[in-house]
């Protein structure tokens, strides 16, 4: 018996030995070994597609690498992706790591956590590194690593521009596809090409800016013992660069997430059961830290308390950080130096202050549930100080810039193999298809052309009306990536039960049953495959009893919260089928889908996000952890504007919170909608609400109110939404002769004196660079209140540079601009020069610049770089101006 112990013993140190190639730390290889453990449970629904591939004869570097991505790996990946997928992944990783000349430099613990995970954020997973391992290999061939780094960016930026879109994050070969997306995209698309040629890079990201309302992702790419900053698809000449220098710079917070059990130097927020949240600000900003102690109702101390620390933004107090006290009661957080609200809650229990970080050590927060109604409060809100951003390296700029602008020729050449206009006519008039509607259409589906003309091909003269009406309903994102399969399965499937022939031809079956959009969740042929697995019975008799679907799910599927936490991606509705594991986002995801495949009307409710079916002609609400279908209480709010100067609008100017489980959370209403277009009623759950107000001041300052109040059921409550102000005017801070500067036409390429331009008006000047993001957000908040600056009458110029200006410029891309506004070239940078003479912290690095000046030439007000909101700002100060 001891000598069989003996020899088990032997053979188990023999195989971690083996295994020790890529992970050596015993306490490293111990963690994996728990969670892998862990993991197989927890997927055992999935074992044969997840782990039938440890049967292939795989070698100890595969298995030990392969072993840890299942380790630590979300929900979402063991629910939708195979164990093939994830050792095809693991070869090619291997592959680089034997090939790159840095490789034999990067130690094992960057290695793990930093090349090696497919995942970097909530992105849909493809197999970018294998499609583009030797296009990306060949451009990198002998250079050093840092050369390496800055030119895969590069590369990165031939492939993929930016771009806003929804909060889903696509694919980073779908993102080539569609040759655009927002930061979060272009930073996990940039860390996914980093890392396919065995270069450590992470996305990091301020969950907030504290200046502006917003937030950002880069990347950070580890070289030659290092980390650097860089911007993601927007190459600089050197590392350590990015026109977000200055904005990080006021940050309260930046970080980012490490893949698996973390012990490294860098400080932790939080440690999860698979990732690490690490804190980066003091790279980037001053910063300080300080504690929190919480104590109860009799000042003993609270274990295990939630504490957020909570920054106003988009006019709500927005978490960008949680911590849990120890048994002392207490936590804390290394911040920027602004202003925060400081949130702890056990339960129902909650108490806050506001602080500034600067003048702080220790926050004491006392919990209690004194709920407070009626009661208003007003804080001035201040950011970190603006700090000037000096780039140390400005050698090859020149070179950086005609690369950038090659890069942008060979984009617009790929761009102009998307189907124009006069196809798209063809097209309709082929399959006989409305014209508008399908220019429309393909307008949108950029790349994916292909997949959907496939799909309207093959609809059928029966189904012609069915499948426009899905191509409506679905996100415009889903047409950048869907395949015709996908659609083809919603489509085809969607008559296949029989349904209330009341909703036929309306917007509830549009939106409710045909939709194969549902959250933000990867999209997939869920439809035919979910009919499949409830037969015809269960059908009709779920139509009858709803019951029978929701009783059915809190029999199967496990809920488990943490499990997909590092992802954040829900899990698409046929992975929690077969996993029969999810966490409740993706559970409500599930009942949604199940509805629809079986012609039930279901969705998400848009403020609450609560799952709703539709009966009697109204949306029932379901609740899952109450055990039972709840109607819920019903109440109404009535908002009236306090302040008639100003428009107030959602999530610029106020928010609603509900209170639930100790923590306000905001209503999503829809974004930037005007008071004045709410109902003259509200109606909500009954319970307790938050009003936030505020109104951002140029310096990034923000003047704002909270205000506590109770709604009870079948009652209305009446609402001041009072939006404050301060009164100060504006000061000029120097002066031109407007005569004797010219400036060029970008359509005519005529020369005009600014004076014969202004046309005896006063004039916005925007020094832009076109195709930056921050001067995108610009464009986008101008356009935005294009009715205020018509009204106001006076000139705009959005102001060019030949050096700034690549060749993949086009002036239609900027809709909606108010119809004063002209595009002209500033010919050698004249004018930004002189105006630079008189603002002594211009530095020509930190575009947009904008300025108002009056017709004598007086320069009143400045704004540079990036900024969301500067459109509302701006009607402020050209207000100012004209009083």
Not at 114 to 141: C, G, H, Q, T, W
Not at 338 to 349: P, T, V
Request: glycine share 4%; charged share 25%.
């Amino acid at each position: 018996m001891r000598k069989n112990i003996f020899l088990f013993s032997v053979l188990f140190c023999f195989y971690n030995f083996c295994l020790a190639q890529i992970i050596t730390d015993k306490a490293a290889i111990e963690k994996m070994e728990q969670g892998f453990a862990k993991q197989k449970a927890l997927a055992k629904n999935r074992a044969g597609e997840l782990f039938g591939v440890y049967s292939q004869n795989l070698n100890s570097d595969e298995k030990q690498a392969l072993t840890f991505l299942f380790a630590y790996m979300p929900l979402s990946d063991l629910a939708d992706y195979n164990g093939q997928f994830f050792l095809d992944n693991v070869k090619q990783s291997l592959k680089a790591k034997a090939e790159m000349s840095w490789s034999k430099g990067i130690p094992e613990e960057v290695y793990i956590h930093f090349v090696l995970p497919v995942r970097v954020n909530n992105e849909n997973l493809d197999s970018f590194r294998i499609a583009m391992y030797d296009e990306l290999k060949s451009r990198v061939k002998n250079l050093s690593m840092k050369e390496a780094a800055l030119e895969v960016n590069h590369w990165c930026h031939e492939k993929v521009t930016y771009r806003g879109s929804d909060e889903r994050t696509s694919s980073p070969l779908s993102t080539i596809k569609t040759s655009w997306g927002r930061c979060g995209e272009e930073s996990t698309f940039t860390v996914a090409a980093m890392r396919t040629i065995g270069i450590p890079a992470r996305q990091v990201y301020t969950p907030r800016w504290a200046h502006s309302d917003d937030n950002h992702a880069w990347v950070e790419v580890w070289v030659d013992g290092k980390w650097y900053f860089l911007g993601a698809c927007e190459p600089d000449p050197d590392l350590n660069m990015g026109w977000f220098a200055g904005p990080a710079a006021r940050a309260m917070l930046v970080h980012t997430r490490a893949y698996g059990w973390y012990k490294g130097s860098e400080p932790v927020i939080t440690s999860e059961q698979s990732f690490s949240e690490l804190n980066l600000i003091a790279n980037y900003a001053p910063a300080k830290y300080f504690s929190v102690k919480v104590i109860d109702s009799v000042g003993k101390p609270v274990e295990n308390a939630k504490v957020e620390y909570q920054l106003y933004n988009y006019a709500e107090f927005y978490p960008i950080a949680k911590t849990f006290t120890n048994k002392a009661g207490a936590t804390g957080i290394k911040c920027g130096l602004g202003d925060l609200i400081i949130w702890a809650n056990k339960g129902d229990l909650f108490g806050y202050k506001k602080i500034t970080v600067e003048n702080v050590d220790t926050v004491l927060i006392q919990i209690n549930k004194n709920f407070k109604t009626n009661i208003l409060e007003e804080y001035d809100l201040v950011p970190p100080v603006e700090r000037s951003i000096v780039e140390v390296n400005e050698t090859g700029r020149k070179e950086n810039d005609r690369k950038i602008h090659r890069e942008d020729s060979l984009r617009t050449a790929y761009m102009k193999t998307f189907r124009d206009t006069a196809w798209a006519e063809d097209f309709a008039k082929k399959n006989g298809y409305n014209k508008d509607t399908i220019i429309n259409v393909f307008s949108k589906s950029y790349g994916n052309w292909k997949e959907i003309a496939a799909f309207l091909e093959s609809a059928g003269p029966a189904n012609k009306t069915d499948a426009l009406k899905l191509l409506y309903v679905i996100s415009e994102k889903d047409l950048h990536d869907t395949k015709a399969s996908i659609l083809n399965d919603h489509l085809k499937n969607v008559f296949r039960y029989k349904f209330d022939k009341a909703t036929l031809n309306t917007e509830i079956f549009s939106n409710y049953i045909l939709n194969g959009r549902i959250a933000n969740e990867k999209m997939i042929a869920w439809r035919s495959f979910l009919q499949n697995n409830f037969d015809t019975i269960f059908a009709a008799e779920s139509q009858k009893d709803i019951g029978l679907i929701t009783d059915w799910i809190r029999k199967n599927i496990v809920i488990d919260n943490m499990a997909n936490a590092h992802s954040r991606a829900p899990l698409t509705p046929r992975g929690v089928y077969e996993l029969k594991v999810a966490d409740n986002k993706s559970r409500d995801i599930f009942f949604v889908a199940l509805c629809r495949s079986l012609n039930i009307p279901s969705r998400l409710n848009p403020e609450t996000l609560i799952p709703q079916y539709w009966k009697d002609n109204t949306w029932q609400d379901i609740k899952f952890e109450e055990e039972k279908i709840v109607t819920s209480k019903k109440g109404f709010i009535h908002l009236i504007n306090a302040n008639p100067a100003i428009t107030p609008k959602y999530t610029l100017n106020f928010t609603i919170a509900v209170f639930h489980d100790g923590v306000y959370r905001t209503l999503q209403f829809e974004e930037n909608k005007e008071l004045s277009a709410f109902p003259e009623k509200v109606e909500v759950d009954a319970g307790k609400y938050l009003l936030v107000t505020g109104n951002r001041m140029n310096d990034g300052s923000v003047l704002s109110n909270i205000f506590f109040f109770a709604v009870d059921e079948n009652k209305t409550t009446t609402v001041n939404v009072n939006i404050r102000e301060k009164t100060e005017s504006i000061k000029s801070w120097g002066s031109i002769a407007v005569k004797d500067f010219s400036l060029t036409g970008f359509s005519d390429k005529k020369k005009k004196s600014l004076s014969d331009l202004m046309k005896e008006k006063d004039a916005v000047l925007v020094f832009i660079e076109p195709d930056k993001e921050p001067t995108k957000h610009v464009m986008l908040d101008i356009a935005a209140v294009k009715g205020n600056f018509e009204k106001w009458g006076g000139a705009m110029f959005f102001i060019l540079s030949q050096e700034k200006t690549s060749v993949s410029f086009n002036a239609s891309q900027f809709k909606n601009l108010p119809k004063q506004s002209e595009y002209v070239f500033d010919d050698d940078n004249i004018l930004f020069k002189a105006i630079e003479k008189q603002k002594n912290n211009m530095n020509g690095n930190n575009y947009p610049y904008i300025i108002i000046i009056d017709k004598k030439g007086n320069l009143f007000s400045y704004s540079e770089g990036y900024k969301i909101g500067v459109g509302e700002q701006l009607v402020k100060e050209i207000t100012k101006l004209k009083n």
